[in-house]
């Protein structure tokens, strides 16, 4: 009797054991079951989190349960990556960046890890590109123009950048690559670039063109150039870096969700395949990426979204040595 006791026991601990470990892990099978948290590496009003915020409202409903994004900012990232990566893996917590504040922070040494700290689930957008720009009252008319001012006055020109990340480094790559000679300053991200750059606190930086869009077309800022390795399909007018001779000169920046190392791989498909479908099934988000991104929609599979991320992985650490 008391082995029957000690086994019937050993089953029922058994059960509750596979039974939190599946809650823990999530249920795959009927996922999603309740809300989602997604996890925005960057502040309000910025591209990363207007892309995140839009992707998640279609997910919200698409999927049927709420989607709720937070923001965790700072260092260009960095601190909610280092945060989350390590965060519950039962598929209702993601992370939403974007891929040049990942491949940078780890080239930089910002961060000690890279895209493969997490299970990435999909790029799901491109930027509108980040466009190296100057004032309109500059003398400076083009991207060689600037580069070579640098070179013959070195050190007088003032560069916005922000320290980690897709922006510093383009700054490197024309430091190292091309011979220019700027004074950087870290004067935070696109917004804050953008305001020191109208203030005439810097001479020149880079910016998302949805960030100095009117600006541009107001005549107040003129780009240079976008460093987008194309030119983006709604802005035919703005010649790329690489094709004015700078080859090294390119930063395709993109957006993707992340989930927690440990994640279940079903989730992670699942939750690829219902971001897919928004991105090119739906009009409204596609009417929404035209006029925030200036992209087509665009999307990548689990495996694709992989292999992207180490591709701009390997093209940051070229460079690694410079920032250290």
């Given at each position: 009797m008391k082995k029957i006791l000690v086994a019937v026991s050993v089953l029922v601990l058994s059960l509750g054991f596979f039974s939190c470990t599946e809650e823990a892990q999530g249920d795959p099978e009927n996922w999603p079951t309740r809300g989602i948290t997604v996890i925005s590496t960057h502040g309000a009003g910025g591209d990363t989190d207007f892309n995140a915020r839009l992707i998640s409202r279609f997910l919200?409903?698409?999927?049927?349960?709420?989607?709720?994004?937070?923001?965790?900012?700072?260092?260009?990232?960095?601190?909610?990556?280092?945060q989350h990566r390590h965060g519950p893996s039962d598929g209702y917590t993601f992370i939403m960046t974007n891929t040049a504040a990942l491949s940078g922070n780890e080239a930089t040494g910002m961060a000690d890890f890279g895209w493969d700290a997490f299970e990435p689930v999909s790029i799901f957008g491109k930027q509108s590109g980040e466009n190296i720009v100057v004032r309109a009252d500059s003398p400076i008319m083009t991207l060689t123009d600037l580069i070579q001012n640098s070179i013959v006055n070195p050190d007088t020109m003032r560069f916005?950048?922000?320290?980690?990340?897709?922006?510093?480094?383009?700054?490197?790559?024309?430091?190292?690559?091309?011979?220019?000679?700027?004074?950087?300053?870290?004067?935070?991200?696109?917004?804050?670039?953008?305001?020191?750059?109208?203030?005439?606190?810097?001479?020149?930086?880079?910016?998302?063109?949805?960030?100095?869009?009117?600006?541009?077309?107001?005549?107040?800022?003129?780009?240079?150039?976008?460093?987008?390795?194309?030119r983006p399909d709604l802005i035919p007018d703005i010649p790329t870096a690489y094709e004015q001779g700078y080859t090294d000169l390119i930063l395709d920046t993109m957006y993707v969700a992340l989930a927690p190392r440990g994640t279940n791989s079903l989730i992670v498909e699942r939750l690829n395949t219902a971001i897919l479908n928004i991105v090119y099934n739906d009009p409204e988000f596609r009417t929404e990426v035209n006029r925030f991104n200036l992209q087509e929609p665009w999307g990548l599979s689990v495996y694709e979204t992989r292999v992207a991320l180490e591709g701009q992985r390997r093209h940051f650490m070229r460079f690694a040595e410079f920032f250290r």
């Open positions: 919200e409903r698409d999927l049927g349960v709420p989607v709720t994004v937070v923001n965790v900012t700072g260092g260009n990232g960095n601190i909610a990556m280092s916005g950048i922000s320290i980690g990340g897709g922006v510093h480094t383009a700054f490197i790559i024309m430091q190292e690559t091309e011979g220019a000679r700027f004074v950087a300053m870290d004067t935070g991200d696109a917004a804050a670039r953008l305001v020191s750059l109208l203030g005439g606190h810097v001479d020149v930086t880079i910016l998302p063109f949805a960030t100095a869009r009117d600006h541009i077309e107001t005549g107040t800022l003129r780009p240079l150039s976008t460093i987008l390795s194309q």
